[in-house]
């Protein structure tokens, strides 16, 4: 019966009879460790991250844009030629069973103004729906109605930027500003968004109905003109089916033949969003692979160490031969000894892998997120390497010859 604690004890002290040599063999493995911790963290933040800006953004979300043009031999995308009208966008509500809200968009860039402060922003012609797509409360104050709509009320909804810009610390709410000189009343404040997955500040915006929009802001020779209607499918499961229902719909409503292309685009938000979630957890399981082949370096250096030390040790495990040591007793031996290295080398390991996780954190504002399961697959990862890279010295020291270990000088 092989004694574990003995054993453990025989380790520890022959490790440190060689302190610098067992330091510097655990440097490999305290940098690898580290390392897997901190780009794990790294990934992880960045994944969380986005899917902070996906869910920002709004879930099950389809988006129909208007049709391309095609001047003069030229082709342009999407979206350049006006096909789209306010009805569309409420008979999609209304005649698809996919659907549980739509909302048009027509939006525009344009200075705003209150007292001596003025800012330049977008500004965006919308319903209630919005709202609720996007999943965007408000901070302050109330959110315009479907009569502002039917009215054309000049009110609007400030993002925390433009407020941010306007008013300073003053609150914002019953205040008049004038948006291409017309004065409109601000209603509420949105709450802060941040970023989107492009970069942009989805926080400097302003909000106002899109027939006000229509009428007195962005006005066209189209009546009920808009650029983009969001749709927001009832489910996941219900995407597709959405899909093609108002694909269907829109060609009944804009009367295209059955040989006729489409005059709008249908994209689904969702299944690019998707995408770039999947594309940021691949990155994450890449930087943590990319990362433990330093542990494996660190492996190999053990491995090395402890042949040196069997070849070093040949008389004295000659000697506990001769008094009874069978051969698993000392391959035990030699393979604890390399787990040691590898378990202590992992704690500090960790330590090193928070720290530089914190560090990154604070000098170069990543978002960096530790899991437990890091720390676990890290830790467990060098022990399995302690063992691995020590299991050949040990069967080497294992098959020595008691009678030439003892002669071995």
């Known amino acids: 019966m092989i004694n574990l604690p003995s054993t453990f004890k025989i380790s520890l002290r022959a490790l440190r009879a060689n302190k610098m040599r067992s330091s510097l063999t655990m440097l490999g493995i305290i940098i690898g460790v580290g390392a897997v911790i901190a780009m794990l963290a790294v990934g992880t933040g960045a994944s969380r991250q986005i899917e902070a ?44 069973t996919a659907v549980s809200s739509a909302a048009p968009i027509l939006g525009g860039v344009a200075q705003v103004v209150y007292g001596n402060q003025n800012w330049a922003t977008g500004v965006t012609g919308t319903t209630p729906g919005m709202l609720t797509i ?35 610390g003053l609150d914002p709410v019953g205040q008049i500003i004038r948006i291409k000189k017309i004065p ?17 500040d989805q926080d400097d915006t302003i909000y106002v109905p899109v027939t006000t929009a229509q009428k007195k802001l962005f006005g066209s020779a189209i009546p ?36 006729q292309d489409d005059d709008f685009t249908v994209r689904n938000l969702t299944q690019m969003m998707q995408a770039a979630e999947e594309s940021s957890k691949v990155m994450a399981v890449l930087l943590g692979a990319i990362a433990s082949v330093s542990l494996l370096v660190g492996g190999i250096g053990i491995m090395n160490i402890m042949l040196v030390s069997v070849t070093e040790r040949t008389r004295e495990i000659g000697i506990r031969m001769a008094v009874g040591a069978k051969t698993r007793d000392i391959r035990t031996q030699f393979i604890i000894e390399a787990l040691t290295l590898s378990l202590i080398g992992g704690v500090a390991g960790i330590a090193f892998g928070v ?55």
């Not at 800006?53 to 001047?71: D, E």
């Not at 959405?242 to 060609?251: D, F, T």
Request: proline share 2%; with cysteine.
């Open 53 to 96: 800006q996906i869910s920002s953004i709004g879930s099950n979300l389809l988006m129909v844009l208007s049709g391309a043009t095609t001047a003069g031999g030229v082709r342009m995308g999407a979206g350049t030629r006006a096909t789209l009208v306010l009805d569309d966008a409420y008979a999609i509500v209304k005649e698809s």
């Open 134 to 168: 996007r999943g965007w409360s408000l901070s302050a104050g109330r959110a315009f109605t479907e009569q502002d709509v039917k009215s054309a009320t000049k009110v609007c909804l400030l993002g925390q930027t433009v407020v941010d810009n306007l008013f300073g």
């Open 184 to 200: 409109f009343t601000v209603l509420g404040v949105l709450e802060s968004k941040g970023q989107s997955l492009t970069g942009q």
């Open 224 to 259: 009920g003109r808009i650029s983009i209607i969001m749709v927001q499918a009832k489910s996941t499961d219900e995407l597709a089916l959405a899909e093609e229902q108002i694909k269907n719909l829109m060609r009944q409503r804009h009367h295209i033949g059955p040989k």
């Open 355 to 409: 720290g530089i996780s914190e560090l990154l954190s604070l000098l170069m504002e990543w978002t960096t997120i530790i899991e437990p399961y890091s720390i676990l697959l890290a830790f467990g990862f060098s022990g399995l390497v302690g063992i691995f890279f020590g299991f050949y010295p040990a069967y080497k020291a294992s098959l020595l010859d008691p009678i030439d270990a003892l002669r071995y000088e």
